[in-house]
């Protein structure tokens, strides 16, 4: 029940964290224009955009059913700069008529590089499915491909990666090289080229700005680091110039995304084959409503092989180390699914100040003892830590606790009761590997299916 109601708040304690000091760095007065200035206008090129088919797509033509267009943002404290999608929702609507209402959620953390923002991925976005996924940080350039690998294993999500903003730490580099202090531009641009991902120019357009207008690199920024609210305007501004028709996309929407038309029942029984890790099933209610039963490889979908992981949530009273500290920065950000995984919730508890802790399942019980500074497979095998997605383990204390659930990915049954004719989406199945299946439906009652959307990522 604890870990139910925890997973019920989780979206109300990510907003309060958001609004949590985010930098260690002190922030001066908010600063808009600078005085003098042009108006910033951002310029797309002819290629720009390539890498977004599936979101010109649903963006031009809308989502049927109705349903918001997901993006999910993960980073640093850069990323939460950028806002909370407000530039989305009022130029979107301008922009695509048609366009479905737009969804923004985050994830952020202290100077949270891709290394661990790999962890909110996996716990936190897959399992929502967005559409579209935004990191804006820095880090590793190994890393960052690391995290487009998985969104391209699990998803079919577009993916935008800006170039970081001029700092003051990067004055030195001024006029001398592209890039940043703690960012290889010409590798990150290579990362994201190689995996087709839609990479944004902003750091080159922001010093053309600054070199146009004769301002000094301070003049976007609100303190030493981070960009200011116009500063923040014009990163947003040059990821929206991305939304276009460029001269060719990359891939075409239906070899990621494709709808089916649901084929007509023999002796009572639907069955179809499709490719792909994720199928939803669109259907209509009743209100004397109907139920299916939900079969995909010849075995009932709920006791298939495929599961989801909540986020990896800190006690609020766990030890906070350094200005502007929170629990989140001084955590596992991932862990693994291992072999035999049985549905439960997961508690990891501190047992000393180096890095030893406890492993429990709410079902399996003690399940072994590790460190965060070693790989750890748990005593069945159900759960890995890799010491890689741990963040500043050596600030956590004896009494520092983390849980997790872990829950199935597909149905076994769906439920048509409702208004008469009601629209509906649900998801029948995902997390499933990513190859050819057998779906079969077996319905009892009123309520009628009209087809299916069937998900495809990239990656195998």
């Not at 099933?281 to 009932?300: H, N, Y």
């Not at 009494?399 to 076994?412: H, K, M, S, T």
């Not at 779906?439 to 495809?456: H, M, N, Q, R």
């Amino acid at each position: 029940m604890k870990h139910l109601l925890l997973t019920l708040l989780l979206p109300f304690i990510l907003f309060a964290q958001e609004k949590r000091n985010l930098t260690t760095d002190e922030p001066r007065a908010p600063k808009g224009k600078p005085d003098g200035a042009a108006d910033y206008i951002a310029k797309a090129e002819p290629h720009d955009g390539q890498h977004l088919a599936l979101t010109i797509h649903k963006l031009e033509n809308g989502l049927t059913p109705v349903r918001p267009f997901l993006i999910w943002a993960i980073g640093s404290s850069y990323t939460n700069m950028l806002g909370n999608g407000e530039a989305w929702k009022v130029e979107i609507p301008q922009r695509f008529p048609k366009a479905p209402p737009i969804e923004y959620k985050k994830m952020v953390g202290n100077s949270c590089p891709w290394q661990y923002a790999r962890g909110w991925l996996r716990h936190l976005v897959i399992p929502e499915q967005p559409d579209l996924v935004i990191t804006y940080t820095n880090g590793n350039p190994a890393d960052l491909e690391k995290l487009i690998v998985e969104v391209r294993q699990h998803t079919t999500a577009d993916i935008i990666v800006p170039s970081l903003h001029w700092r003051e730490r990067d004055q030195e580099l001024w006029g001398k090289s592209e890039n940043a202090m703690d960012q290889d531009v010409a590798a990150v641009r290579e990362v994201c080229r190689k995996h087709a991902v839609e990479f944004i120019e902003s750091r080159r357009d922001w010093a053309a700005y600054l070199t146009a207008n004769k301002l000094p690199v301070s003049s976007l920024l609100k303190d030493a680091v981070h960009q200011s609210d116009y500063g923040a305007k014009i990163i947003n501004s040059n990821i929206l110039a991305h939304l276009r028709r460029p001269e060719a996309f990359s891939y075409k929407p239906e070899s990621r995304e494709r709808r089916i038309t649901a084929p007509a029942a023999k002796d009572g029984i639907i069955k179809l084959s499709f490719t792909g890790n994720r199928i939803d099933l669109i259907g209509q209610k009743s209100p004397t409503g109907g139920s299916a039963r939900v079969w995909i490889d010849g075995k009932p979908a709920d006791q298939l092989d495929a599961f989801l992981m909540s986020y990896v949530q800190p006690n609020t009273k766990n030890h906070k180390e350094g200005k502007g500290a929170t629990p989140r920065d001084q955590s596992p950000h991932a862990v693994t699914l291992g072999k035999n995984v049985v549905p439960q919730s997961w508690t990891l508890i501190m047992t000393s100040d180096t890095g030893d802790y406890d492993l429990t399942g709410s079902v399996t019980g003690p399940d072994g003892k590790g460190n965060a500074f070693k790989p750890f497979t748990s005593t069945s095998g159900q759960i890995l830590v890799e010491p890689e997605l741990w963040r500043r383990a050596e600030r956590n204390r004896t009494g520092d606790r983390f849980i997790w659930d872990v829950r199935r990915a597909c149905v076994g049954e769906i439920s048509f009761k409702g208004a008469a004719s009601e629209t509906f989406v649900v998801r029948l199945a995902q997390s499933l590997p990513n190859t050819k299946h057998t779906l079969k439906l077996v319905p009892t009652g009123e309520g009628s299916i009209a087809g299916f959307d069937v998900f495809e990522p990239p990656m195998k």
